[in-house]
Structure formats: C-alpha cells, structure tokens
C-alpha cells in the first residue's frame, strides 16, 4: 500500500526510509521494500555505515506525556536491533558514522538545558557514550578535507520561514580543530551533506524549503530544486546521489535530475486498526436527580444511569469530536463537530433522535442547560454569551465583552433567571444576570475579580467568589507583600429582606433581582484559595487547593493527583467542616440533596446531607462511585486523525492573532494537508503532517505536543550525577557534579552520606552485574530513576558495596553546577566586585532562580544578568521592575552595613547576557534591558518568538496544540522582534575550539565589560 514516506537514507543502490514507525531497506534496481525494525517504538533517523554492513537508527518513544529518543543499530541485513544508547532524552538524535565501529550523535546528556546538545560518539560493541570536544552542535559532516560542524540546522517544519537566532549555521574547519563561520543564510538551514567539491543543504531563506548548494569557500550559490507545494526535508547523500522527503514521499536527485520513487510497502496498517482505549472523563453533565449522568471520554459522550443499565453512546461513534453533556429528562444537549465546524446538537433518548442547530456560534467554551431543559446558556472564544430556546431554536446575545471568555454560567432553579462572569477588563470581573427576555444587570460593580456564580436551591440567593477583600501576606525571603489567600464567598440576596447572618426572624421574601447590588453581604468564612462554590439547600459547598508552589506543573502533561478539598458551610448553623478531600471539580443535582464529584479519573455521587465514606472506593451505590469500565471507549484512528487535524487547523482559524491568517489561504492549507491523510498510518505520521500544516504560518510557538504515540512505553533512566569514562579495566570516575552540597538535590548521589564515592574511584559493577567495556552503566539503570541500587566500588585498591539513590532528573543538578562555577569564576575574576545571577526561563523557576541570588548579588557593586537558554515564559516585567528601579539612598545602622533604598535596586553596573537560546519572553526580556539602557547586552541575537500561547487546547488523545493569539508590540519596533530577535550590543560567538578548552567567551566578555564600567564610575559618598 502506499504509505507516508519520511528520513530517507541512501549508500549506493540502497535506500533507507521510515514508514509505519518502522525502519524499511529498498534496492533501488528491484524497487521491492523489505521491513528492518518491528514495533520497537517510532524509527526515525537512520544513518548506513561506511561500510554498507550496518545501519544506526533513531527510536521515539512517547506514552502519557512522557518520552525519550534512543540510538539503535542492525544489521542492513535485519536482525535483532541493539541498543546503543540510554540516556532516556528526548533531546537524543542521531547524526552519522566517524567509522565503521562507532556512530556520531548529538544529545543534552549532562548538560544543563535541553537545548544545549553536544556530539557522541559510541561504539557499535557497546559501552559508554564519549562526548566530542566541539560543545554546542547539532550535525558533523566529514569529507573532502573539511569538517563542517552545524548548530541549529533542525527540520523545522512547524516554523517555516524561520529567521531568528537559531536558524541554522555552519561553521567549517580545514584541520579538524579551529572552526570558523562558514554559512549563515536568512532562513532555515539544515540537512549540510558533501557532495563531490560542494556543500549541499535545503533552505528556505527564498521564501520555500528547497535544496541548494555552495563551493567550499561558502561562494556560488546554486539552487537545484524548484518545489512550491511540500517543503524539502531530511536530505541524505552518499557522496553522489541525494533523496529527500517532501510530502510524505521520497525523491532521488542525481546531477539536478529529480526522480519521484514509486514506493509501495507490504504492510497491513495495524495502527490503523479500531481499538479500545482507557477512560478519561472529559466533560461531565447530570440530570435533576442525577438517575442520568454523561461524560465525555476521547470526544465521544456517554449516557447511563449511574449504577447498572446499558451505556449509550450519543451520536456518531468515531471521526466526529463532542464537547458538553447536559441532560433534562430525555434530552441530552452537546456540541458535535461532525460538519467540519462546532454546532449545537439535541439528542432525544432512548432512541437518540437528534436535531442539530444549524448556527455559527464560534467555538463554544462553556454551555448551561437550565433546570427544565428548555433553554441552553453556552459562551465561545468571541468573549460572547448566547441564549439557545431548546424547542424553537430562537436565540440571542445576551452579553459580549473586549477582554475576556464568559467561562462561568449558573441557572436560577426556576429557569427564568441566569448569572454569569463578566471580564470588564485586564483586571477586574464582575458577576452579572440576565433573565430569559434579554435583559441583563449587575449584581457587583466591575472594580474586583468576582467568579463562580450558584444560586441555592430556594432560589433567594445567589453565591459568588470574590478577591476584593485583600489581606497580604509578608513574603519570608524579600521585602515583598502577595495575597495568596485572596478568595472568599459572597452571597447576593435576590429580593428585599434581611440577610440570613444578621439573626433577623424569617419574614416573607419579596422577589427583586435587579436591585441585588445593594444586598450583597460577606459570608462568614475566612478567605482561602477558593476555586468554586456551590450552592444548596441552606448549605453552601466550597472548593478550594492548597497552596503550593507554582513551579510543580508548569506546562506539564503529566497528570496529577488531586488535591482539591471541598469544604460545607451550613447556612443555619454558620458552622464549616472539610467536607472530602481529593477532589478535581463538583457538580450538584438540580433539587440540592446530591453532589458528583470527581476525583482523578474516578466520579462519585454523594449525598449533601452528610459527609462520604473514605474509607473505601468499591463502585456501588454505598460508596457512590460509578463503575466507568463499563464505558468501552472505542476507537477508529484513522477517522480520529481525520477530525484532529480538521480541528487543529479550526483551532488556529479562530484563535490565531490575525484575523486574516497574515494573508495566507488558509483554506487552501487546510485541503492540502488532508490530501495526505489517506497515505498516514501511524499517529507519528499524523504528528508530521500537522507540524507541516501549523508551520505554514511562520510564526512562532506553533506547537504540536503529542501525548502518546500508542507505541513501546518509554522507561526513565536512573542519574548519577557524575562523568564516567573506562580506563584500567573499570569504570572511573572522572567527575562528581554539586552545586551547594547542602542543598536538597543540589549533588551527585554518589556523594551522598554513606556512599561517599570520590572522583578517581571506580565503579566495578551495578546490582551484581559487572561492567566491562562493553557494558554501559546507564543500561543498568533503565526503569531505576528515583530508586536505589547496589553498586561495587573500587577505591584505594579497597572494595566495598555502597547501596545509591538515583536520580529521577539530573538536568536541575547539572545547571545548579553550572550556575555556581559561573558564581565563583565571575568573583574570582572580578576580586569579589561583580555578581552573577541566571535566569532559566520566565516562569516560576526562573522567578525563584532570580530571587534566590539577586538579593545576594546587589550587594556588590556590579552584576552579570545571565538569560543564556531561557524558554521563556511571563515574568519578564517583574524582574525588569527590579532591575530598572534606582537607588536613590540608604538605610545606615549603628552597626553593620548600610541598607540601599530601595532596599533591592541594582547596583551601579549591570550587564546582561544573552544567545540565541533566550526566546520568547526571554526575547522579550533581552530587548527590553537593551531599550531601557540599564546596561549593555552581550552574545548572540535571541530566538525571536513572541506571539504568545496559551496552550490549553487539547485535541481528543491529550495533545496540545498552541495557536499563536497574543502578538507582543514594542512602541519603537512594532512586532519587529518576531522572527527576528534581538541583536546584543557587542556579539561574541562560542566557537567549537572555544569549547573544547572550557573557554566561555561570553561570560569573559561581561566581566571585561562590568570591570571597565566599574572603573569609569565616580561614586559620590553623600554625607
């Protein structure tokens, strides 16, 4: 069948290329495809010996948002492949053949940032990976007398028409050892291959990703490819010949003659098949009594009764994705995207008769049916609110905002009334209502952050969450105030009369919803972290989290447990007591008497009236939790990837930033993506094909992020923490990596009481299994991250067991390492006068990495901000507020040090650091230190992405797909950061020879910097 065909290889008459996930060798005269590899994962990269007789390829492995890339080798002739390498990394990719015996890779294995990559190479026998001394690079190519090293030369197919600070370069070397720039072209480069006396590469930097070529001295460019519909990508040659890919097929190239190879794989499509998967409870929806409950798994919606009875499932079965399940009686109300767009569909049961709604409603967010079914409240992605009549299928806009989606909805009991949050602005939301006629009101004024609107079921109030009442919180490490426990509940009285708190005798309640701004009255409940309330009949159920750090979970996938608490206030009695704990989310029956509430992946329905058994999670009535393996979540993937990239393309028509999609047909993209469609068999090759298809845009933070790949479960390799290398007969050890040894996490394991392994001892064997050369040590610690192991040592001619902890992730021990050596060369080199501080990325780490120095470091008269690698993130004005403030005096004590006001303003001299590593709100870091002149900026132009995401749009197997919807505009530059970058104020490159002698050439030139400004200074002491 024909296939999806990408990596082609080529060594004679030989061709190599991956389809199906796996790894496939055709002889070009018989043009009969034979299978290498089965089922170990996804082959990408493969790279034939010099010799013809082996093959190097690269496996990915993906499962539940987890994933590694490891080197392989087989016979050309087949057999059972080998591992080479288990560095358990995704940043692991396969480059070439030194010889015959070893492979060249390039990986970020004991290096501090993933996108720092050195080059391997490894033996075909085995053993340890031996880092080359070029440092940063991304490809190696020898022949005809040169060494052309790359770095960045990536297929960038999710942004094409790159042309920011890692667009591809080359660099060349005539000995082997100093290197010099040899091509940086303005656009993509990668794919360098020697080809007689020329240098040839794919590029983009005319507009298209085509193959051209340069002499030696970096002259006479020459283009030898003329495509315009599908890019070039992964070109291979053997010295003479050239195949690429381009559009899921491959191509050979002989003397600028292009030949389309007719391939046709014998294979059956297996990970086409249907197949069952896991629940995962997407969305939930309950009738009044909850004797029906719905959810959503893998976009389909399932019908039940909670305890027994069959499962129905609405709809199409596959190919069409499903949003929302809100049931009244027998209707069941979702959102179906089986047109091709998202439309609002009314299923009858039991014989799922449906109407659909033929309206544009945009993409829906959040809907609410009311309690007698008869209308629907549903908000989209255009910051709308839209009343649907079930039965006529009338509508109307209620209410739209300019800043913000309507994501809370909440129904008065009798149907005739509903609430909702309004974004009034950048700061402040407000609740307001509106009855079914149309007409809306307030019911808090727009000057606080109000959310999470329920009516009690007697229908006289209405509940709400609010941050207005602010009592802060004094920061442990810097003088700094924050309001972690800013939320507390509110109640609105929805008619004339006293407030339920005030101890007044009942009287009879007089209705008035629209004058509820004057009755709104505090709950007496302290605030906390509250997320949602609920109300009831005189109790009002609260969710809230705990405060934690904010760096667990930052753009992870990896789910968590929960750990939400819900927590029930009695009315009557104005008592509060925990309710349950590890809670996600909670939804209550329409008449109040029951809750359903999910935990993780489990759903459970309890009374109101008191408080659940924790003592047990046995589905059943008793315990309350529903049996959801008797959801059969079926799939077709083939329809399922169909409806994927349809969505994923919608996604980036409605949330991309400009409206007209920069000028490009997007429809035109669209059709022709989904030709390819048909030749995709794997969920790799579906990922392919979207990257290909977002990436036409050009524009930063395009993602696509799969979460599993439905292939070999990938296995965590265990981390020492230290650099080993085989000498005499065993494994030493050359160095033992530590920050501040008497930090958590911040040193080797090996060091750990007890251990105590000292640099120069060996490491003789690994759970009773004795190393030799051949024997790499990682591959004793697979699937042994975060666990201990035994291990013989040979120290001093003494022998003696030492049992060792791994580590789960040697990255943050490896940059704490890196960190403090440039701590202690930067005071070393400047006698004490000049600090340094890192900044790994604009999130909570990089915030926390800030915070932990900077107040150190501005006691000194100069500091070196380092932004080198950052990936960016949102705090970017938070560190420039501190670094642009001014001293303007000081605190002097009777005793000890003068203390500068403002107590943390920078001191006289700041220099910055940056590569083209800092993107993002790294970038936008970088320009803003450069424009408000705080001090020089020094290294290379940043990566130049800032058009921002939000990144939480998942499509129906858990991938993340980004659209870029917020287009950062500097008032000089416009958007001119953007596929740009930001150049420093004095460019110094980290050459391969500067690498390989440890030097840090940027880092040496912010200290001459900082020393020269620091004597340029006249310090006027004020007395």
């Known amino acids: 069948m024909k296939g999806y065909y990408t990596y082609p290889e080529i060594r004679g008459n ?77 940043r692991t990719d396969l480059v070439g053949w030194l010889d015959n015996e070893r492979v060249i890779l390039t990986s970020d294995y004991l290096t501090p940032f993933p996108s720092r990559t050195d080059l391997f190479t490894v033996s075909v026998s085995g053993g340890m990976p031996e880092r080359l001394p070029y440092g940063q690079a991304t490809d190696l190519v020898i022949g005809n007398g040169i060494t052309v090293l790359s770095r960045y030369t990536n297929d960038l197919q999710y942004w094409k028409r790159y042309k920011g600070g890692t667009k591809g370069v080359l660099y060349i070397s005539r000995d082997g050892r100093n290197f010099q720039k040899f091509l940086e072209l303005n656009g993509n480069i990668n794919s360098p291959m020697i080809v007689g006396d020329r240098l040839y590469f794919i590029s983009d930097f005319e507009g298209f990703g085509n193959i051209y070529s ?52 014998p294979t059956i499509g297996k990970k086409r098949m249907p197949k069952f998967v896991d629940v995962k409870i997407g969305d939930i929806g309950i009738n009044g009594d909850v004797s029906m409950i719905g959810i959503t798994s893998r976009g389909k919606p399932f019908i039940m009764r909670p305890w027994d009875g069959p499962v129905f499932q609405l709809g199409e079965k596959n190919g069409v994705r499903y ?64 009343l649907l009549n079930l039965d006529d299928l009338s509508y109307r806009m209620i209410d739209k905002s300019e800043y913000g989606i309507i994501w809370d909805i909440a129904w008065h009991p009798k149907s005739y009334m509903f609430a909702y949050t309004f974004r009034e602005d950048n700061f402040a939301m407000s609740i307001k209502m509106g009855n079914v006629d149309g007409k809306t009101w307030r019911v808090t004024t727009p000057t606080s952050i109000d959310y999470s609107p329920s009516f009690d079921k007697s229908g006289k109030y209405l509940y709400f969450l609010s941050r207005r009442h602010l009592d802060p919180v004094y920061d442990r490490i810097i003088f700094n105030l924050s309001f972690p426990l800013a939320s507390k509940p509110y109640m609105a009285i929805l008619g004339k009369g006293y407030s339920p708190f005030d101890g007044s005798p009942d009287e009879e309640f007089i209705e008035d919803p629209e004058g509820v701004l004057e009755r709104i009255v505090p709950m007496p409940i302290d605030e906390s972290n509250y997320v949602k309330v609920v109300g009831g009949n005189n109790k009002v159920f609260l969710l809230s989290f705990p405060v934690e750090g904010s760096m667990r979970g930052w753009y992870s996938q990896s789910p968590d447990k929960p750990t939400g608490v819900i927590e029930v206030f009695d ?304 705090v970017s004005p938070l560190l420039i507020e501190r670094l642009a403030l001014k001293r303007i005096g000081e605190d002097r004590p009777r005793r000890g040090k003068p203390v500068p006001y403002p107590q943390l303003a920078p001191p006289e001299v700041l220099v910055a650091l940056t590569n083209e590593n800092a993107g993002s709100d790294g970038d936008i870091f970088s320009y803003s230190f450069k424009r408000l002149k705080l001090g020089p900026l020094i290294g290379k132009r940043t990566w130049g992405g800032v058009i921002g995401i939000t990144g939480r749009h998942r499509l129906v197997d858990g991938t993340m797909v980004s659209q870029p919807e917020f287009a950062f505009f500097f008032d000089d530059v416009g958007l001119g950061v953007e596929n740009y970058g930001v150049d420093p104020d004095i460019e110094v490159d980290i050459l391969p020879q500067d690498y390989a002698v440890g030097r840090d050439v940027q880092l040496d030139k912010a200290i001459e910097v900082a020393m020269e400004r620091l004597k340029a200074q006249t310090k006027v002491e004020q007395v």
């Open 323 to 386: 949003k929302f399940v809100e049931i009244s009686g027998r209707r069941v109300v979702t959102v179906s995207d089986e047109t091709g767009e998202e439309r609002v569909e009314i299923h009858e049961l039991p014989d799922d008769g449906k109407r659909r709604v033929d309206v544009d409603f945009g993409r829906i967010e959040n809907m609410r049916m009311s309690p007698d079914g008869k209308y629907l409240l549903l908000s989209n992605h255009k910051f709308e609110i839209w």
């Open 571 to 874: 009315v009557q009695t104005r008592t509060k007591e925990v309710f349950l704990q590890g809670v996600s989310d909670l939804r209550m029956s329409h008449d109040g008497n029951k809750l359903v509430v999910k935990q993780g992946e489990q759903l459970r329905i309890v009374e109101t009236s008191k408080k659940p058994d924790v003592t047990t999670s046995e589905p059943g009535p008793k315990t309350g939790f529903i049996d959801l393996k008797r959801v059969k979540v079926y799939v077709e993937p083939e329809r399922e990837w169909s409806q994927m990239l349809r969505e994923t393309w919608r996604l980036m028509r409605d949330n991309y930033w400009d409206e007209k999609m920069r000028g490009i047909n997007w429809e035109e993209i669209y059709e022709k993506y989904r030709r390819l469609l048909p030749r995709v068999n794997t969920r790799f090759e579906l990922s392919d094909v979207i990257k290909e298809m977002i990436g036409e845009l050009g524009t930063s933070h395009t993602y696509e992020i799969p979460f599993d790949f439905d292939v070999e479960k990938p296995y965590p390799i265990g981390g020492l923490g230290a650099e080993l290398k085989f000498e005499s007969g065993c494994y030493k050890v050359v160095k033992l990596f530590y920050g501040d040894k008497a930090n958590e996490g911040e040193k080797s394991p090996l060091m750990a009481p007890g251990v105590e392994v000292k640099e120069g001892d060996c490491i003789t064997a690994i759970d009773g299994v004795e190393l030799t050369k051949d024997v790499n040590p990682l591959s004793l610690l697979i699937n042994k991250a975060d666990q201990f192991v035994t291990m013989d040592i040979l120290s001093s001619g003494i022998k003696r067991k030492v049992y060792v902890r791994t580590l789960r992730d040697e990255k943050s021990l490896m940059y704490r390492w890196w960190v403090e050596s440039n701590r202690r060369y930067v005071y070393e080199k400047t006698n004490g006068l000049v600090g340094y501080v890192h900044v790994p990325d604009m999130g909570p780490r990089g915030y926390a990495e800030f915070m932990r120095l900077y107040p150190q470091e501005i006691q000194r008269r100069g500091i070196i901000i380092d932004v080198r690698f950052n990936t960016g993130g949102h």
């Open 214 to 265: 340069v002499d030696f001295n970096g002259n006479d460019m020459r283009k030898h490819t003329n495509l315009n519909d599908y890019y070039a990508r992964n070109a291979r040659s053997d010295g003479r010949r050239i195949v690429f890919q381009s559009g899921g097929q491959v191509y050979l190239m002989v003397d600028d003659n292009i030949q389309l190879l007719d391939i046709d794989i």
């Open 14 to 90: 030989t061709l190599l290329f991956v389809s199906d996930d796996d790894l496939w060798k055709m002889d070009l005269t018989d043009m009969k495809p034979q299978r290498l590899t089965y089922d170990i994962g996804v082959v990408t990269k493969s790279r034939i010996s010099p010799d013809g007789r082996n093959v190097a390829f690269l496996v990915t492995q993906i499962g539940n948002g987890y994933g590694i890339n490891e080197v392989f080798v087989v016979s050309i002739d087949g057999g059972i492949p080998k591992r080479l390498t288990y560095f358990g990394s995704r």
